[in-house]
């Protein structure tokens, strides 16, 4: 039997207002799914901003950051 036969026919078996709950779990379920797909990537959000960051920004960026922490070269 497939999984979608047997949930139906347990849920055939319930009472009308467990049914309900059962509908509404599933619909907040499947909010949850729609929501994690409709990530963009942050490249997206920041394309009408005009900033273009090169590899070389982004390494400046990091020696400044680090510059001054400590290191022991082991």
Do not use: T
Not at 55 to 65: K, T, Y
Request: glycine letters at 6%; proline letters at 4%.
């Amino acid at each position: 039997m497939s999984l979608e036969k047997s949930v139906l026919e347990k849920l055939l078996k319930l009472p009308v207002d467990k049914q309900k709950e059962v509908l509404d779990f599933v619909e907040s379920l499947e909010k949850k799914a729609v929501h994690r797909r409709s990530r963009r990537s942050l490249k997206g959000l920041w394309a009408d901003l005009g900033v273009n960051i090169s590899p070389e920004d982004i390494a400046e960026a990091r020696r400044e950051m680090w510059g001054g922490f400590p290191r022991e070269d082991v």
